[in-house]
């Protein structure tokens, strides 16, 4: 038999909602398994450090089956979401972020759920890996671990033994992926027809608000920011942006790169493509209205950009979040 660890971390208002979900789907897909298979495949525990620990302000309370003192090897560990306060939710929980790293280099594999993350980046263990968590806390974990190559759309990663995932309830799709890799496809299948969990979701793109990367200190790529959301409508060159601001083009890239973790290019149609998503959602403009408005000329060009974007088609996106445009 294997064994499966959720953590219950340290801290004031973290997410419960991940660990009651990954508990309970876990416990289904055994008890499918069992009557599928005539055993169970995992024996599911929470772990933490205290006897209890209380959620929304001691609302609720979860008390874990073991202290992680107590358990010499697992199989699997998830790590849930974690409250806003990562600096804190990293140095409480320092007896956690010790055990999951020495577990991991005794063979256990680990998933990370949402804000999760923070937790897992702070053992190095994602130092050169790729990972995600949620879009709204991307710019502070970018700050917080450099060393991670963070893909904040999408929505799953798996390497190495490491698993991680978007926002929020995105987790139930990380959890759904974690039942097909250790049970099978037809438990998982199982799993999202009873618990109805879309299966195979790769993007939390759709789901990005874009912002921008404000939480840097180099004032001249603050600058052009500015620069390029206040001219929405019109198409910047990179060069015309390095001339502005009279620094070199190859500077001006590596600058703007370095702060933003995009290229400018890239950062003006992130900034056009989050006005046109606006647009779409509170409008019944037409997608060529909405496409001028924000620059573009050529539509095929638009919905490329779009699409890589977002994962859907202008059309698409306009039917899924405004119902009005649609009729």
């Not at 298979?37 to 609720?60: H, M, N, Q, T």
């Not at 600096?87 to 409480?92: P, S």
């Not at 037809?186 to 195979?200: L, P, R």
């Not at 993007?203 to 990005?208: K, M, N, V």
């Amino acid at each position: 038999m294997k064994y499966l660890t959720i953590i219950v971390p340290e801290g004031e208002n973290n997410n419960l909602s991940s660990i009651v979900g990954a508990y309970k789907i876990f416990t289904r897909a055994n008890a499918h398994w069992k009557e599928t298979c005539r055993r169970e495949l995992f024996r599911i525990e929470l772990a933490g450090i205290s006897k209890k620990v209380e959620f929304y302000d001691g609302l609720f309370t979860v008390k874990p089956h073991t202290n992680i003192a107590d358990i010499t090897k697992t199989n699997l560990i998830i790590i849930p979401s974690l409250n806003h306060n990562y600096h804190m939710a990293v140095k409480e929980n320092k007896l956690l972020i010790d055990w999951i790293e020495k577990q991991y280099k005794d063979g256990a594999e680990i998933a990370s759920i949402c804000t999760g993350a923070f937790l897992l980046a702070s053992s190095g263990l994602l130092d050169g890996k790729s990972c995600s968590t949620h879009w709204a806390a991307a710019d502070n974990f970018r700050k917080m671990f450099p060393k991670v190559n963070l893909q904040a759309d999408k929505l799953i990663t798996d390497e190495n033994g490491i698993y991680t995932n978007g926002g929020a309830y995105s987790f139930l799709n990380l959890v759904i992926y974690l039942v097909e890799k250790y049970y099978d496809r037809q438990t998982a299948i199982f799993c999202s027809k009873v618990f109805q969990i879309e299966m195979d979701r790769q993007s939390q793109s759709a789901f990005t608000i874009f912002t921008g990367q404000k939480l840097h200190g180099d004032e001249m790529v603050q600058k052009a920011q500015a620069y390029i959301e206040s001219k929405l409508h019109e198409k910047i060159s990179v060069e015309h942006l390095s001339s502005r601001f009279s620094v070199g083009r190859r500077n001006f890239d590596r600058r703007f790169i370095k702060a933003t973790g995009n290229t400018p290019v890239e950062y003006s149609q992130r900034v056009k493509i989050e006005a046109a998503k606006k647009a779409f959602e509170n409008t019944r403009k037409t997608v060529n209205e909405v496409m001028y408005e924000v620059g573009y000329l050529d539509v095929k060009a638009f919905r490329e950009v779009f699409r890589k974007i977002t994962g859907m088609s202008p059309l698409e996106y306009r039917s899924k979040y405004n119902k009005e445009a649609v009729v």
